[in-house]
C-alpha cells in the first residue's frame, strides 16, 4: 500500500487520491471542484513519481516545479509532497458587493497582490472551504472585482449575506494564463464567455482595448436564455471608436426576447463565422466540458494550441 509522507506524518493510502488520504488523516488541505479545474488542492511532490492526470491543466512552470493536484493523483509508490497553498494566501478587504441581476453578484476587493484580467483565485471563508472565480477587472482599476452566481452557495451565500464592506477575508495569490498581452496587438480575437464566463472574457477585453489593439475583436456572449445574458450594457459601453469590435450575444432558446440575439449552438455558430482560425487568439471560458470541447474545435479551425486560452470552472457551492 502506498504511503504519502506530508508535514512529517506517514499517511496511507490505499486505492484513494491524495486529497482523500490527507483528509482522511485529518491533515488539512484546500479544496473546491474537485474535478481538478480549479487547481485550489495543489501540491508539491518532493519524492515519488507523477502521472500526467495529476498536472492536467498546469502550466509549465507548474510541473516543471513538480506541482500536481491532489484531487487527481493516486500514486502507485511512497511519495512525499508539501502542501502550498497556505503560504499563497493573502488578505483582501471587502470594498463593494453590488447585485448587477437577480442571478448576479458583482464584488470588489483590496488586496496587496499582482493580477492581470482574466485570472483567477480562490476566495477563502475559511481554511478549508473555497471557491475559485476569475478577475473581471483591470490592475489600473484598483480593485480585484469578482463575479458570482447568486446560488446561496457555502461561498457566495456567505459572501452576500453574512461579510460585510470593511471585513477582511483571505484569497489565494491570483494564477492562471488566460489573460491578454500586449504583444498580441494585431491578431483578431475570439472571446467566447458562457453564463458568468463572461466575467474573464470582459476582463480580458477591457485589456485589450486598454493596451490599444488593433485587430478585430469578436466576443460571444452565451447563455441558455436572454435573461440569463448580464453585462450586455457594459460590454456594448466599452469604447470602439475604431469599429473593430463586435459583441455577438447567443442563446439556445427565446431569441426574439432581445435585440441582435441569435439563437444557436455556440460550437456551430464558430463554426460557420469562423471556419479559419489560423492566427486568431481564442479565449473560451465556462464550465469544462463545453470549454474543452470547443478548445479542441479550436485548434482543428486552425488555432495554433499556444493562441488558445482557456477558464474552465465547475459551479460549485
Known amino acids: 500500500m502506498p504511503v504519502i509522507t506530508c ?37 508539491q511532490l518532493k519524492q515519488g513519481e507523477l502521472t500526467a492526470r495529476a498536472q ?17 493523483y493516486r500514486p502507485r509508490d511512497d511519495i512525499e509532497i ?16 453590488h447585485v448587477l441581476d437577480s442571478r448576479v453578484l458583482r464584488v470588489r476587493l483590496e488586496a496587496e497582490v499582482d493580477w492581470r484580467a482574466g485570472q483567477y483565485l480562490t476566495l477563502w471563508r475559511n481554511t478549508k472551504r473555497g471557491r475559485v472565480y476569475s478577475i473581471a477587472s483591470l490592475p489600473a482599476e484598483g480593485c480585484i472585482e ?28 491570483p494564477r492562471g494564463d488566460c489573460y491578454y498581452s500586449p504583444a498580441m496587438p494585431g491578431q483578431p480575437l475570439v472571446l467566447v464567455g458562457i453564463g458568468t464566463g463572461l466575467s474573464p472574457v470582459y476582463g480580458v477585453l477591457k485589456q485589450a482595448l486598454a493596451d490599444g489593439h488593433h485587430g478585430e475583436i469578436t466576443l460571444y456572449a452565451c447563455a441558455g436564455e436572454p435573461g440569463q445574458l448580464y453585462l450586455l450594457r457594459e460590454l456594448r459601453a466599452l469604447d470602439d471608436d475604431a ?11 427565446q431569441a426574439a426576447q432581445l435585440d441582435g440575439a441569435l ?18 487568439l481564442v479565449y473560451l471560458c465556462g464550465t469544462p466540458a463545453l470549454v474543452a ?3 479542441y474545435q479550436s485548434f482543428m ?10 477558464d474552465p470552472f465547475e459551479f460549485a457551492q
Request: aromatic share 2%.
Open 146 to 173: 469578482l463575479h458570482m452566481r447568486r446560488r446561496g452557495g457555502q461561498i457566495s451565500g456567505w459572501v452576500e449575506h453574512q461579510l460585510q464592506v470593511g471585513e477582511e477575508c483571505a484569497i489565494s495569490l
Open 56 to 72: 492536467r491543466g498546469l502550466n509549465e512552470r507548474q510541473r516543471a516545479l513538480n506541482y500536481f493536484l491532489t484531487c487527481q
Open 293 to 295: 470541447h470547443l478548445q
Open 263 to 280: 439563437q444557436a449552438d455556440i460550437t456551430q455558430l464558430l463554426a460557420h463565422n469562423h471556419p479559419s482560425l489560423r492566427g486568431h
Open 7 to 43: 508535514q512529517e506524518r506517514r499517511i496511507a493510502c490505499g486505492d484513494d487520491d491524495v486529497l482523500h488520504s490527507l483528509e482522511r488523516a485529518g491533515i488539512e488541505i484546500p479544496s473546491s471542484c474537485r474535478t481538478g479545474h480549479c487547481q485550489s488542492c495543489l501540491a
Open 243 to 253: 469599429g473593430r469590435l463586435n459583441i455577438i450575444p447567443v442563446v439556445r432558446r
Open 82 to 97: 508539501e502542501l502550498l497553498d497556505t503560504h499563497s494566501r493573502r488578505h483582501a478587504t471587502l470594498v463593494e458587493k
Open 301 to 310: 479551425q486552425g488555432a495554433h494550441h499556444s493562441d488558445i486560452f482557456c
